[in-house]
């Protein structure tokens, strides 16, 4: 199973404040074990959302609005994508993280769908779609 680890914003985060060379390392560390243990399929910081914009669809119309964006507590400042094999081990992960912020913060675990949990809706022509771009994605990033 896959599972996003979200690591929630805060202020600092949304002020744009980079990490030190001490909290790099303990991130590398953090990282480095993961890819060793073989779950680390992807992991990335994110800008603040003042280098951001939202699309807000009403059913044709498509609005953007530009960040910054107020609720700090429903921003999102980074992730994970880990391969585990329950919530339990990914939330094990998310424990072992050193904080990922100067200040008291969070990380949200939470399962991604894969092709099996859509039943009969994905029918054989989807799935074999979706198969088709998740390999394409690979052989490009390979």
Known sequence: MRFMMIVKATADSEAGAMPTTEELTAMGAY???LAKAGVL?????LHPSSKGARVVFSGD???????????TKELIAG??????????EAV?????CPNPMRTESQIEV?????ADDFGDDLTPELREQEDR??????????
């Not at 771009?133 to 990033?141: M, S």
């Open 133 to 142: 771009l998740r390999a394409e994605t690979a052989q490009r990033q390979g």
């Open 110 to 114: 939470r399962q991604v769908f894969d």
């Open 79 to 88: 992730f994970w994508l880990i391969q585990a094999k329950s919530l339990q």
């Open 31 to 33: 990282n480095e074990e």
């Open 41 to 45: 399929l992807a992991g990335e910081g």
């Open 92 to 96: 094990e992960w998310a424990k072992r």
């Open 61 to 71: 119309s498509r609005t953007v609005l530009d960040g910054p964006f107020a609720e």
